[in-house]
């Protein structure tokens, strides 16, 4: 059974703060209405991104950008390897997502499945204007063509490595860490 190793710290919480004000302004840079935006959250670490961004954009603009929680697990590819019970916490998107522009939010983007089991599970509930995609951490490694429009940070890593965020509403802690697998003796 392999462990981890802690290995470095990637960002403090004040550092995660000012890549989501960012990633704010950059959101609304980049979009021609805001009155027509939709967060989605992907469950677990996708979620308190989603409302933190909402509620950042709300105090810049004076306008409240709906936040929905889409949960993958039944649309994941390696189902199978998961368990023999995966547990579904449940999506909850409290508006249509037909003709909305929506972003799609989870904290790392890694080998890309996740996101297209997200694709997936999004479009069981209408045809959004558009998807795109943001991520706090990209860390490379790609098995899909996917590609983040919003990056907080991009960081080179190696297979054996992992990515950690830690979110308050989730971990009680805001820092984002690399940590790498151990054999165990």
């Known amino acids: ?3 981890t190793r802690f290995k470095s710290q990637l960002m403090s919480a004040s550092e995660i703060d ?3 004000v960012r990633l704010a302004h ?3 840079e980049n979009s021609k209405e805001v009155g027509n935006l939709a967060f989605i959250g992907i469950r677990r670490r996708g979620v308190p991104m989603a409302q933190r961004l909402a509620k950042k954009i709300e105090s810049l603009e004076k306008c409240a950008v709906p936040v929905g929680i889409l949960d993958i697990n ?3 590819d390696d189902l199978s390897t ?3 019970k995966p547990v579904v916490s449940g999506t909850d998107i409290p508006f249509s997502v ?3 522009d ?3 939010m989870d904290d790392v983007l890694y080998t890309g499945r996740t996101i297209r089991a997200a694709l997936d599970a999004l479009f069981d509930h209408g045809r959004p204007a558009r998807v795109q995609l943001l991520v706090l951490i990209d860390r490379g490694h790609r098995e899909l063509p996917i590609q983040a429009r919003f990056v907080g940070r991009v960081v080179q890593t190696s297979s054996s490595e992992i990515v950690e965020v830690k979110f308050q509403e989730i971990d009680e802690v805001d820092k984002v860490l690399l940590v790498e697998r151990v054999a165990e003796a």
């Open 26 to 28: 950059e959101i609304l």
């Open 98 to 100: 037909q003709g909305k």
């Open 102 to 104: 929506i972003i799609l």
């Open 1 to 3: 059974m392999a462990s």
């Open 18 to 20: 000012r890549t989501m």
């Open 82 to 84: 998961v368990g023999h």
């Open 74 to 76: 039944l649309y994941r």
